[in-house]
Every structure is written in C-alpha cells, then in structure tokens.
C-alpha cells in the first residue's frame, strides 16, 4: 500500500518545489484541480466509479489471477507436473520467483484499487450535489462492497486457516484513503470489518434497481441515459452484495447467519423472473452454449480480453508445458463419469487441432453470435453457490439434500438417494461448479481439509496445512510494517 501512497506523495512534492516558497500557500494542489475537474459532472463521476470495475478486471485480480489462474492452480485444478512453468505454483513453492512475483502483484493490485474505491467514496462526497442523493447512494454502496470484497478475498488468500486459527494476523484494513499504513489485524477483526461494509452498502443498496426490474432491463425512474440501472448484473448489485455475504458468513463459520442470507436470495428468485436457472438447451447449444450460465450469476466481470486468456492458458496448441489443463481420469473423477452434466460437455472436449488427447477447457471460448450477452464474462456470485450454502448449513439433513437436488437437477443429474451424506455432495458440487472461477481452493481452505486430489499425478493426495493454504504476505508489505 506505501509503494503507491509514495509515488503519490512524490508527485505533490515535485508539484510544490516547483512553486516558489512566497506562492506555496496560495497554491491549489494538482490534483484536487483534477479531481474538482473530474467531479464536476455527472459524466466525470460514473467514468471514476467504472474504472473500479475496470481494476477488478485486470489480470491481477478477477480477470485472470482470481478466477482461472493461481488461485485455480492452488486448488489442484489442473496438471501442472514435471516441468510445467507454473509446478512451483502447483507444489505451493510460494518463496520461488514466479509465485512470489504472481502474488505480491495480486496484493498490490488489489490494495490500489482499495484506495481507489476509497478516494472515490471521499470524492463523491465532497461533490455530493452533482448527482441525486438517490444515484449517489448506488455508485458508494457498490464501492463499499468492493472494498469489502476485496478485503474478504485477500484474507482467504493471504490470512490464517480460519477454522482452525481465526485471531492470528492477517491483512490490513483500509476503510479510507489514508497516507500512512495501517496494522495488520487479526483475521476475525476483518471478518468483522468486512461484515460491517457489507452492512452499510447493503443499506445503500435498498432501491437498487435490480429489485424490481432485474439485472439487464433499465428503470427510466433512475435515468434517462441508464448509467446506474441497467446492467446490474455487471455491477456489484444488492443481490450481489447479499450472495458475498452469505459466503463471508459461512467462511467464519457463522452457519445460521449463511443460512438466513443465502434462504433470502434463493427467496427472491422464486418470487420473480430475474434470475431463472439456464435451461438445458442454452448451457449446451452447439454454436452459442452459455458455459457459464449467465442467468443465473448476480454479478459477473466484464472483461474484453477474456477470450486471449481462453487461448494464452487453454488453448490445444500449447505445450504440455504452458497449457492449463487437468488429467483426462481427474476429470472424469470430477464429473462422475457422466457427461450428461452440462457443466461437462460444452466446457470440456478433445480438440481437434492441436494434438492433445486429453479434454481441454472452453468454458472461456468465444461463441458464434456475437450480441450474446454472457460473451466477456466471469462469473462472481451465482445461484448454484446460495444453494450450496442453504445445502451446506441446512440444520435438516433432508432439507439439505432437496437444496443438492435442485442444483443437480438444474445441471442434468438424477436426484440424490436420501441417505446421501450432505458434506460429501457439496464438496462434489464445488469441484464441478466453480472450475475457471477460483472458488475451490477457498473452499477447501474454510474447512480446513488436510488431503486434496493432486492434480499433477492420476491418484493420490497433496498434504494439506497452514504452509500450502497461507500464502505469505509479499515483502512490499512486510518490509512497512
């Protein structure tokens, strides 16, 4: 965080030793000029408020790292044996050059663009009266809450096994755009940080527009030029905010609190037509298949270089030792031997070029129609993962199983047997679900699983401890502590 308040810091000096002594005083800083520049229209306010979303984009965070890249390879996703360029990664070598220079750019990114939701949310309110009251509380409350994610996610990755330890340290919280770095706090204070900017944007977030009119249609109640109501689905909607905390209740192991928050959303849907589960002949069509079932996902990334990413990590022509790719038996392990699953066909498939013999991965492919609206997506927050949740911390064993069974059935799968043990089902769920989404990891590190399938050999485990699910803080951050 000090490396970017410093270069800050050292533009406003060279701003001021520019200025003779006599007019120092008298001088408005550059950058209040540009940011007074900025947020004197209403225009200049939705362009900062959509770089954050820009930031969570990059291939640091949720376009890449975050999603299909490290923190997949973490979770044992693919095979990256042998001489693989990404083994150290693989084998949790986090002291070696590639690791460590992958996660202190994970780190820095997103602590930058923590400062920048926060000089934003200072900004806007210093120049409240350009916008309505009512559009400012949606632009702060989706700022908020990707502070709050943020923060959320850079715990999971660099804090402490929670279960197990969740007063050791953690990360820092940054709640405004100070100059100075704040401690690192214990990983239950940030819970509790965390918790609390949910809270607050969900309270902002009271009239979004989501509620009544969906993720894709625009309210003209709001705006005439739909900046703030339409594609909610690409913001970070009360819905949306309402999904990340069922998952950050559920991790500290607040199951009753998961339970209410994910029953709400799931209630929701079934009182309206916004979120419908994708139907079989959508998730599986032949020219334009929705891989990553788009109406189901509260929030998605919108990302317009995803389809380089589809090819720079999937694509049948690379190496063996570039390509991220799973074991053919892995895979089939994963998906039961059942390619009736939607989540397996259309996802994973022999290519015909490139002579690869095992399945590699689409899920990120561009389709032939081009004003499809799931084209450029990552999902974020999805359906399948509230009735995952209501599964998981169902206090009925029976009610848990009907959760289970309503996502299989929603995915091609027969029903499960009521004697089923439900912890067993949702981890199967998990590792069918989230695959090129980052979720498994997390997953296997909230409850604290000391054996995970080893993705770089055809059986047999990875040993599972404190040294592989906590990565090390990156020295930029130690080194100003």
């Given at each position: 965080m000090n490396k970017y308040i410093y270069?800050?810091?050292?533009?406003?000096?060279?701003?001021?030793?520019?200025?003779?002594?006599?007019?120092?005083?008298?001088?408005?800083?550059?950058d209040k000029i540009l940011e007074s520049q900025t947020y004197s229209t209403e225009a200049g306010i939705q362009n900062v408020h959509n770089g954050l979303y820009i930031q969570l984009a990059s291939n640091s965070l949720y376009g890449q790292q975050l999603s299909m890249d490290a923190v997949e390879i973490l979770g044992q996703q693919y095979n990256m044996g042998g001489s693989h360029n990404k083994n150290k990664m693989a084998t949790y070598a986090y002291a070696e050059n590639v690791p460590k220079a992958t996660f202190s750019s994970i780190w820095e990114k997103a602590y930058t663009t923590i400062l920048s939701s926060n000089?934003?949310?200072?900004?806007?309110?210093?120049?409240?009266?350009?916008?309505?009251a009512e559009k400012a509380n949606l632009l702060k409350g989706e700022a908020i809450a990707i502070r709050a994610m943020l923060h959320f996610d850079m715990l999971r990755l660099f804090g402490p096994i929670y279960k197990t330890t969740p007063s050791d340290p953690a990360?820092?919280?940054?709640?405004?755009?100070?100059?100075?770095?704040?401690?690192?706090?214990?990983?239950?204070?940030?819970?509790?940080k965390v918790l609390a900017d949910l809270d607050l944007a969900l309270s902002l977030l009271a009239n979004d527009p989501v509620l009544t009119v969906g993720k894709d249609a625009a309210s003209t109640a709001f705006d005439a030029i739909p900046y703030y109501s339409s594609n909610r689905g690409l913001r970070m909607n009360y819905l949306a905010v309402k999904c990340l905390k069922a998952r950050v209740l559920l991790y500290s192991g607040d199951k009753a609190g998961a339970s209410v928050a994910a029953n709400e959303v799931i209630a929701f849907t079934k009182t309206t037509t916004f979120f419908p589960w994708t139907p079989f002949l959508e998730a599986t069509n032949a020219a334009n298949p929705d891989r990553t079932f788009s109406s189901e996902n509260f929030f998605a990334i919108s990302d317009f270089t995803l389809y380089k990413k589809?090819?720079?990590?999937?694509?049948?022509?690379l190496s063996d030792f570039d390509i991220y790719s799973p074991l053919l038996s892995r895979l089939t392990a994963v998906f039961e031997s059942n390619d009736n699953d939607y989540r397996s066909l259309p996802s994973w498939?022999?290519?015909?070029?490139?002579?690869?013999?095992q399945k590699t991965f689409y899920k990120y492919e561009d389709v032939t129609d081009k004003?499809?609206?799931?084209?450029?997506?990552?999902?974020?927050?999805?359906?399948?993962?509230?009735?995952?949740?209501?599964?998981?911390?169902?206090?009925?064993?029976?009610?848990?199983?009907?959760?289970?069974?309503?996502?299989?059935?929603?995915?091609?799968?027969?029903?499960?047997?009521?004697t089923a043990v439900v912890a067993t089902e949702v981890t199967k769920e998990y590792r069918k679900e989230f695959i090129g989404e980052g979720?498994?990891?997390?997953?296997?590190?909230r409850n604290g699983t000391t054996a995970i399938p080893n993705g770089s050999a055809a059986s047999g485990n990875v040993t599972m401890g404190a040294l592989q699910y906590v990565v090390p803080l990156p020295d930029s951050e130690i080194n100003f502590q």
């Open positions: 270069k800050i810091t050292a533009v406003i000096l060279v701003l001021v030793s520019a200025s003779s002594c006599s007019d120092y005083l008298d001088v408005v800083p550059q000089k934003f949310l200072e900004s806007i309110e210093e120049h409240k009266n350009v916008i309505s990360v820092p919280y940054y709640d405004a755009p100070v100059t100075t770095n704040n401690p690192i706090l214990p990983a239950n204070e940030v819970i509790t589809q090819e720079a990590l999937f694509d049948a022509s498939k022999i290519p015909i070029v490139g002579g690869k013999t004003t499809k609206k799931f084209r450029l997506q990552i999902p974020m927050f999805k359906l399948s993962e509230m009735y995952l949740i209501a599964a998981e911390t169902a206090t009925v064993p029976a009610d848990g199983i009907a959760f289970l069974n309503t996502l299989r059935f929603n995915r091609g799968l027969a029903n499960l047997a009521v979720q498994l990891f997390f997953y296997y590190k």
